[in-house]
Structures are given as C-alpha cells and as structure tokens.
C-alpha cells in the first residue's frame, strides 16, 4: 500500500499528516499521443526553452560585449559573471513557474531523463520533450544570433566548451556533479512525502530550483561555461557551429546525463528508499 503517516511535532502537539505517492508512469502509454494535454506540454517546453537560450545568450553576449577593451569596454562594465548566473537562475524560475503547471517546466533533458529514471514520466514523454526541448533551443539561439549577428559572431555565441586551462575530465566532473545538484533539487522540491510533511511551510517549487541553477553556474562558468542543460549546450553549438565547440559537445551531455541518473537513484532509492518498499510490499501480497 503506496501510504505512509507522518508526524510532526507542531507547538508541542503532534498531529498526522497523510500522503499518497502518486503511481509510476507507465513506461509506454500511446494513449498520451491522442490527448491535446500532451501537446500543449510539448509546445510549453519548446517556447520555454526557447525563451531560456535566447535571454541568457544575449546576457552572455552582451557582457562579453561591454566588457571588449578593442571598442572601449573595461572589466567593470557589464553584468560580471554573477549577473550571467543570475540571467540563468531566474529565467530557470521564471519558466519552471510558468510552465510547471502545463508540462511540468522541463527545460532540460537532463532533468526528463532524470524523472523519466523515477518513474515521473513516460518514455514517449520523456523523448519528444528533449526533441521539443532541444528545437527550443536551436530556434532560440537562432532568434539571438538574428538580432545580433555581428556580436554573436565575434563573442562567441554563448556556446560551452572546456576553458584554457582545464582537461576534459575536470569539465566533465563539474558538469556531473552540477547536474545531480540540479536534478536531487528537482526531486526534493516537488516531493509528495515533503510537500505533507512541511505543509505548514509554504514552498515555491521553482525558487530552489532556480536558485539551483544559479549556484552552479557561480561554481562552473569558468571551468565549461556551464552546461548542465544538453539542450542549451546544443542549441548554441548548431548555429555557432565551430569545431572546437563540437569536438566537446560530448562533455555536455554526457556529463548532465550521469548527473541525473546519479541523483534519480540517490533520491528514490536511498532517501525514499523505493526499493525497501516495493519489496515490503510485495511480501505483504505475499
């Protein structure tokens, strides 16, 4: 039985609080491709993070831009790295709390492939979200670079690489260990035992979220310019098009790929401990 209590200690009287676990998503369910529902979801995920490439490549342009010594600029104009942290940490919250309601607020493959692994969504949702989530990103990026083709060229089109100075397998630690922060943030914020248990607290799901994004952008911007998000990596690589940009395309989804997978398992089979229960269960029909 998918029911647990718990209990709280509130002005020093505990009081119960009930939660169900909602079912797993089927792996397979063709059933989803006849429901409007699903394709407004896949149409929220596209404008979402198209929405996302275009605001913070041109966040990124821009201070590149303001900061150019050859037309002006100084190390003091623009937005700094903490303001590129901010662009994406609060696009992450404005779009997740736009979006969270019609298809969940996505806007990452990582992030699907990380609920599709817990079982939150199916594998067709799970697949044509990155596919919409990924034409978000191309157009998006193409939307910056039409508005601002001469810049978008010369600074480097806000596409991710591994930066002088660091191998590959530092750039691909700190996406990994990036994308599990994102992806373990995901899980908890939108947790059914979490949102019973701290009822009494008011929690604004895309805040941590956000805030998430933000942090590890602070930790990794100097190390790949932080990826974390194979849609944004990719969008940006396919209209920049360079080959030092595609020789370390890899990195960037396969580092958030591994994160995610490491924080699916982390958080429903040792926090939640879904592999004790089903087993418990089971024994229990036995």
Known sequence: ???DVEVQEQGGEYSAKDYHDPPPAPLFDP?????????????AEFIATLLFLYVTVLTIIGYKRQTDTTVGGTDCDGVGILGIAWAFGGMIFILVYCTAGISGGHINPAVTFGLFLGRKVSLIRALLYMVAQCAGAICGTGLAKGFQKAYYNRYGGGANSVADGYNNGTALGAEIIGTFVLVYTVFSAT????NARDSHVPVLAPLPIGFAVFMVHLATIPITGTGINPARSFGAAVIYNEDKIWDDQWIFWVG??????VAAFYHQYILRAAAIKALGSFRSNA
Request: without cysteine.
């Open 191 to 194: 947790d059914p035992k979490r």
């Open 31 to 43: 059933e989803e491709l006849t429901q409007w529902s699903f394709y407004r979801a896949l149409i």
């Open 1 to 3: 039985m998918a029911k």
């Open 256 to 261: 958030p790929i591994v994160g995610a997978a």
